[in-house]
């Protein structure tokens, strides 16, 4: 006979949540659950909860009967994925069961739960059912006295426990994207500062480097490189800075908690100090350390220590961008505003750059992410709307238009203005004078 279960080769912790689910829901509802592969292959059961009933033994206990169910678990799993929610079905030997998609990883799972009738128990419905089962190697006598004793589920109720057990899967699926996936990733991340540690360990034996005022030097440098990235926003770069620091901090300090703990505590007062050089409020510095160093407090081991510092130097790298956003956008702003007062000048991009104290080239990118229009476009579509306002005066010229409206070459403001306008300047004129 096959086996019924496979090993499912989650982690210990995933596994366990998984278990522990299943079986509350199942102790609640009194109903077998599985969850299943897209084989139909039974990766977690809650067996010692609610163990299968005498009929699906029967079946089961024949090897055809068991493939059987499988298919019959990968088919109504499939079926529950492709529409996204709970999908009720009659298995191969007629009993009733829901399915609801989950999705463990990359893997495209199910939940099955049910082997309960819908209907009271008829002569004609255990001769359906023998009929059924007929190929299998099973006793069909057995088959219909165990028949007799399955549960009964009317079809509103099949209908609520099927919805509940979704809801207990797209539980499952968020735990398992949250607190599994970043497991995971403070795994992998500290088999990187590992690799990294043995590596500098290699250095250190090679050119002896273990002279405290040698590493303390290289700490200080790894720092300071760390935050000339942070304010540059070269993330990548700063990444690489913060994981030789923290190989450092943990070669230096081995496995004692509460030192990597006051060594980190610096690491997060010099960002603070880089996030008032870069403009950030000092009450937002304030409150977001103040979370900071209770979480910190709370951190047990010095893998959670150094996963958790990669995030922290994240949220301060993207503050500090934001805070460069709101302060480049301020800067855009008060440009646009030098040019409404000064378009009737010669003035150029190097000229409102000194307006802001940016440089033209610099000033000219922000104020293009800000509102999405060069510096110059901006010039002369100020420059436009006011011609525009000034040709409807029946005594001004092209000319004395053009050269107010702060253009110098009478050809190019006609050009410019057909462009943006469709219609020439004099035309412009004309159809504005005859509607007035």
Same mark, same amino acid.
């Given at each position: 006979?096959?086996?019924?279960?496979?090993?499912?080769?989650?982690?210990?912790?995933?596994?366990?949540?998984?278990?522990?689910?299943?079986?509350?829901?199942?102790?609640? %509802?009194?109903?077998?659950?599985?969850?299943?592969?897209?084989?139909?292959?039974?990766?977690?059961?809650?067996?010692?909860?609610?163990?299968?009933? =005498?009929?699906?033994?029967?079946?089961?206990?024949?090897?055809?009967?068991?493939?059987?169910?499988? =298919?019959?678990?990968? *088919?109504?799993? *499939?079926?529950?994925?492709?529409?996204?929610?709970? @999908?009720?079905? =009659?298995?191969?030997?007629?009993?009733?069961?829901?399915?609801?998609?989950?999705?463990?990883?990359?893997?495209?799972?199910?939940?099955?739960?049910?082997?309960?009738?819908?209907?009271?128990?008829?002569?004609?419905?255990?001769?359906?059912?023998?009929?059924?089962?007929?190929?299998?190697?099973?006793?069909?006598?057995?088959?219909?006295?165990?028949?007799?004793?399955?549960?009964?589920?009317?079809?509103?109720?099949?209908?609520?426990?099927?919805?509940?057990?979704?809801?207990?899967?797209?539980?499952?699926?968020?735990?398992?994207?949250?607190?599994?996936?970043?497991?995971?990733?403070?795994?992998?991340?500290?088999?990187?500062? %590992?690799?990294?540690?043995?590596?500098?360990?290699?250095?250190?034996?090679?050119?002896?480097?273990?002279?405290?005022?040698?590493?303390?030097?290289?700490?200080?440098?790894?720092?300071?490189?760390?935050?000339?990235?942070?304010?540059?926003?070269?993330?990548?770069?700063?990444?690489?800075?913060?994981?030789?620091?923290?190989?450092?901090?943990?070669? *230096?300090?081995?496995?004692?908690?509460?030192?990597?703990?006051?060594?980190?505590?610096?690491?997060?007062?010099?960002?603070?100090?880089?996030?008032?050089?870069?403009?950030?409020?000092?009450?937002?510095?304030?409150?977001?350390?103040?979370?900071?160093?209770?979480?910190?407090?709370?951190?047990?081991?010095?893998?959670?220590?150094?996963?958790?510092?990669?995030?922290?130097?994240?949220?301060?790298?993207?503050?500090?961008?934001?805070?460069?956003?709101?302060?480049?956008?301020?800067?855009?702003?008060?440009?646009?505003?030098?040019?409404?007062?000064?378009?009737?000048?010669?003035?150029?991009?190097?000229?409102?750059?000194?307006?802001?104290?940016?440089?033209?080239?610099?000033?000219?990118?922000?104020?293009?992410?800000?509102?999405?229009?060069?510096?110059?476009?901006?010039?002369?579509?100020?420059?436009?709307? @006011?011609?525009?306002?000034?040709?409807?005066?029946?005594?001004?010229?092209?000319?004395?238009?053009?050269?107010?409206?702060?253009?110098?070459?009478?050809?190019?403001? %006609? =050009?410019?203005?057909?462009?943006?306008?469709?219609?020439?300047?004099?035309?412009?004129?004309?159809?504005?004078?005859?509607?007035?």
């Amino acid at each position: 006979m096959e086996p019924e279960e496979t090993l499912y080769t989650a982690d210990s912790e995933e596994k366990s949540f998984l278990e522990k689910t299943l079986h509350s829901f199942s102790v609640f %509802s009194g109903l077998k659950a599985l969850l299943v592969d897209d084989n139909g292959v039974t990766l977690v059961s809650t067996e010692n909860q609610v163990p299968d009933g =005498r009929f699906c033994k029967l079946i089961k206990a024949d090897p055809e009967g068991h493939r059987k169910c499988c =298919r019959s678990y990968a *088919r109504a799993g *499939r079926e529950a994925a492709k529409y996204g929610e709970p @999908y009720v079905f =009659r298995c191969h030997a007629g009993l009733i069961n829901w399915a609801v998609p989950i999705k463990m990883g990359s893997r495209n799972c199910a939940i099955i739960c049910g082997q309960v009738l819908m209907w009271e128990i008829e002569d004609y419905f255990l001769d359906e059912i023998t009929m059924m089962v007929k190929d299998l190697n099973v006793d069909l006598g057995e088959v219909k006295l165990a028949t007799l004793e399955l549960n009964y589920l009317p079809c509103d109720k099949v209908q609520a426990v099927s919805e509940l057990l979704f809801v207990v899967a797209n539980q499952i699926m968020n735990e398992e994207g949250g607190v599994f996936s970043e497991q995971k990733s403070m795994t992998a991340y500290q088999a990187v500062l %590992s690799d990294k540690m043995a590596a500098n360990k290699k250095l250190e034996t090679l050119f002896t480097f273990g002279n405290h005022g040698i590493r303390h030097g290289y700490l200080k440098d790894a720092e300071r490189s760390l935050l000339a990235k942070i304010r540059s926003g070269d993330q990548a770069g700063a990444q690489k800075d913060l994981d030789a620091i923290l190989v450092q901090i943990l070669n *230096r300090n081995g496995k004692s908690v509460c030192d990597v703990k006051g060594r980190i505590v610096e690491l997060l007062v010099s960002l603070s100090q880089v996030a008032v050089d870069e403009g950030m409020n000092d009450a937002d510095i304030q409150e977001l350390n103040s979370g900071f160093y209770e979480e910190l407090y709370h951190k047990e081991t010095t893998e959670e220590i150094c996963y958790w510092t990669k995030s922290i130097v994240d949220v301060y790298s993207e503050e500090m961008r934001k805070s460069r956003n709101k302060d480049n956008y301020q800067a855009a702003r008060a440009a646009a505003e030098y040019i409404k007062r000064h378009f009737k000048e010669k003035i150029s991009v190097t000229d409102i750059g000194k307006s802001v104290h940016l440089s033209g080239s610099y000033l000219s990118h922000i104020f293009s992410e800000t509102f999405g229009r060069t510096l110059t476009e901006y010039l002369t579509d100020v420059r436009v709307e @006011y011609a525009k306002k000034l040709l409807a005066k029946p005594e001004l010229s092209i000319s004395e238009i053009a050269y107010e409206s702060g253009f110098e070459d009478v050809s190019y403001f %006609s =050009r410019v203005f057909k462009k943006a306008e469709g219609i020439t300047p004099r035309d412009f004129k004309k159809k504005k004078i005859s509607m007035e």
